[in-house]
């Protein structure tokens, strides 16, 4: 049987450096001459992302269920891709997943989303074989520049989805690595980089699917 490629998705708060490093990973994966897919969510190009992309940039407003059935319908939208990707045995790297979706949501303040319900869009969707979660306090993300001018780049909002990032993560059969962002970005690409070294050459297990 040929392997298929992983699928590996980075997750964090803004500002924990997770576009920056899925960049370095992308290019560390083409050095060791394999191909690789980058993908990041919510993908703003999409008629879906486009209305996720308003409602972040405070133009329109959304009931916050709305908002989260959006989210996961952008991830919906990719799901075919990913796995024709995954089954070319090429590596998907993953900027933000539903995890962010769950964290996010859950997070609002009121009224409060239950988190079996947050949870259930995202079922059957493909399951990442290895989550990074880049760690990083709240204070530690906001001394890094400031928050922008986005909807949930809110100290409040931030640390509270912090604390509900890790409710997806029982899901799955993937790994989730916890790794402390706060340091250098060099020693967070090397801690990362072992995570995901042995997984290049593919897997010939099934691609799982959350919440299994
Ligand atoms: P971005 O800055 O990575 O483009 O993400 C935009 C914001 O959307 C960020 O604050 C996290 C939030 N988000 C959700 O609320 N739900 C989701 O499902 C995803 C993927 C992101």
New binding site residues.
């Given amino acids: 049987m040929s392997h298929r490629g992983a699928f590996i998705v980075i997750e964090g708060l ?1 500002r924990s450096g ?2 920056t490093q899925t960049e370095t990973i992308q290019k560390r994966i083409q050095e060791a001459g394999k191909e690789v897919v980058c993908i ?3 993908d ?1 190009s999409t008629s879906i992302g486009k209305m ?1 992309d308003s409602y ?1 940039r405070s133009q329109s407003n959304l009931d916050d269920h709305v ?2 059935l959006l ?2 319908a ?2 919906w939208e990719l799901a075919s891709t990913i796995l024709a990707h995954l089954k070319q045995g090429k590596v998907v790297l993953c ?4 995890f ?6 859950v997070a609002k303040n009121l009224p409060p989303i239950n988190l079996a319900w947050a949870r259930a869009p995202d079922a059957s969707l493909p399951s990442p074989d290895l989550t990074l979660f880049l760690d990083i306090s709240p204070e530690a993300a906001q001394s890094r520049g400031g928050y922008g001018e ?4 809110k100290e409040g ?1 931030q640390r509270r ?1 912090q604390e509900r990032i890790s409710d997806g993560k029982g899901g799955g059969k993937g790994t989730w690595i916890i790794v402390d962002a706060g340091r250098d970005m060099s020693a967070v690409t090397e801690e990362m980089w072992v995570h995901i070294r042995p997984l290049l050459d593919g897997l010939d297990t099934p691609v799982g699917r959350l919440w299994d």
Avoid: C, W
């Fill in positions: 803004d997770k576009t990041k969510f919510p703003r996720i972040l908002v989260h989210f996961s952008n991830r900027d933000r997943y539903a962010s979706g769950i964290a996010f949501s986005e909807r949930y780049e909002m989805s």
